[in-house]
């Protein structure tokens, strides 16, 4: 199995935003949370985090043209205006998970609005950085053709 983890817009600040609501855990903590656990399930995982629309686009096109079974993303702010990841993910057609640390359902009332969670095989939500790991585990029971 190949897997995708693709984060959005300040999620490279983990650990220094809002410790509050996002922990006080960096983002290469997290990062090397999901390699150890995917490393276990001899998962093949490729990480990619930016703050450009475009680049996320290119970043989900590109997963499809080298072959991932599945993508794990957490489009930042992105999930609430981004009709251009909606499109690419549908493009794709690759099994994809959106993953949300915080419990966006509880938060401001624009974090309701997921443009992406209808082409998503599953959202996960408010677990923290523990989220990751079900979106894998997601993922792979997907594969060998159980419901998420």
């Known amino acids: 199995?190949?897997?995708?983890?693709?984060?959005?817009?300040?999620?490279?600040?983990?650990?220094?935003?809002?410790?509050?609501?996002?922990?006080?855990?960096s983002y290469d903590h997290l990062v090397e949370m999901i390699r150890s656990y995917c490393d276990k399930k001899h998962i093949e995982v490729?990480?990619?985090q930016s703050n450009h629309e475009g680049d996320l686009v290119d970043c989900i096109q590109k997963?499809?043209?080298?072959?991932?079974?599945?993508?794990?993303?957490?489009?930042g702010?992105?999930?609430h205006t981004?009709?251009?990841l909606l499109d690419a993910l549908k493009a794709v057609s690759i099994p994809a998970v959106e993953v949300h640390i915080s419990k966006v359902?509880?938060?401001?009332?624009?974090?309701q609005i997921s443009y992406i969670?209808?082409?998503?095989?599953?959202?996960?939500?408010?677990?923290?950085?523990d989220g990751y790991l079900k979106a894998v585990d997601l993922l792979c029971e997907a594969a060998d053709g159980k419901t998420p």
């Open 1 to 25: 199995m190949k897997l995708m983890i693709i984060n959005g817009p300040n999620l490279n600040m983990l650990g220094i935003r809002e410790p509050g609501i996002y922990g006080d855990q």
């Open 46 to 48: 490729s990480f990619f």
């Open 63 to 75: 997963a499809y043209f080298a072959s991932f079974d599945g993508i794990v993303i957490n489009p």
């Open 77 to 79: 702010a992105y999930t």
């Open 82 to 84: 981004s009709i251009a």
């Open 105 to 111: 359902n509880e938060r401001e009332a624009f974090r």
């Open 117 to 129: 969670r209808e082409v998503c095989i599953a959202s996960v939500i408010g677990l923290g950085f």
